[in-house]
């Protein structure tokens, strides 16, 4: 892993965890993750411009993703109504690494040698050791903790799906924007379903932040992304702007 790729690793880390404890904090969840979705959207969009379309290819999962990270919202919801923050992420992060490494494996077929399964297992357990330790003296909340683990494997499911589809798209930029788009608009659609009039008056309190954990979210994922592809992004950015030239 060279120096590059270990600071993206780094920054998607320290990014998704700071989306993550903004969503926390925003008391009424479906009002927090509208914002983080439909920002998501906006940002999507805002990129499709200037990023190629994915491949052919890579729309099957895409689309198999974008359903699996609306799960994945309902999920962390519900994680963080029952549980606190400090159990819940830990559980779900420390779940999703254990989880995809076997479903690297089995779909993928890229199994990590001796001293990348013991780091995995080290992280893992660290994760989850820091909300056990928090539960001590506590009885457990089980609903909360199945919640978690729940989004742990949601979190592995669309971590091994988009890992293929970026292979496959030739542009994680592209892969990224359009993920963004399709998968944002169910949040917010329910959202103005649900709340109908009160949907502004309810979300205007919230925008700032709301609308940071977006920029926040994408970031993290996109870096993951980036991580992932065959393709460096400068490459990408030269690759489609040549491309749109040429036509």
């Known amino acids: ?24 904090r925003i008391t009424d969840k479906l009002v927090g993750f509208t914002l983080i ?8 969009l805002a990129l499709m411009p200037f990023v190629a379309v994915p491949a052919a290819g890579a729309w099957p999962y895409l689309l198999v993703s974008a359903a699996i990270h609306v799960l994945y919202y309902v999920l962390l919801m519900r994680s963080f109504r029952l549980g606190d923050f ?40 660290g994760l989850t050791g820091v ?9 457990p909340n ?10 742990g494997v949601s979190i592995a499911a669309y971590t091994v799906v988009d890992g293929l589809g ?41 925008a700032t932040l709301g609308l940071l954990g977006s920029v926040l979210s994408v970031a993290a994922y996109a870096l993951v ?9 400068p490459c990408q950015i030269l690759r489609s702007a040549g491309a749109r030239a040429a036509h």
């Open 225 to 233: 992304l980036w991580v992932r592809a065959p393709v460096p992004i």
């Open 86 to 125: 400090g159990q819940a992420y830990p559980i779900a992060r420390g779940t999703a690494p254990l989880v995809v490494t076997v479903l690297a494996a089995v779909f993928a077929h890229e199994v990590p040698n001796a001293w990348a399964a013991a780091g995995i297992a080290v992280s893992s357990t």
């Open 131 to 139: 909300a056990l330790w928090g539960m001590r003296g506590r009885r």
């Open 142 to 151: 089980w609903p909360a903790i199945g919640a978690a683990l729940a989004t």
């Open 166 to 206: 970026v292979r496959a798209s030739g542009s994680s930029l592209g892969y990224i924007a359009w993920l963004m788009a399709v998968q944002g608009v169910v949040i917010p659609a329910y959202a103005t379903y649900r709340l109908r009039s009160r949907l502004v008056p309810v979300l205007r309190p919230f």
């Open 1 to 24: 892993m060279t120096p590059l790729v270990t600071a993206a690793v780094l920054l998607a880390a320290v990014t998704h965890a700071s989306w993550n404890a903004i969503a926390h």
């Open 37 to 44: 979705a439909g920002g998501g959207v906006l940002i999507g």
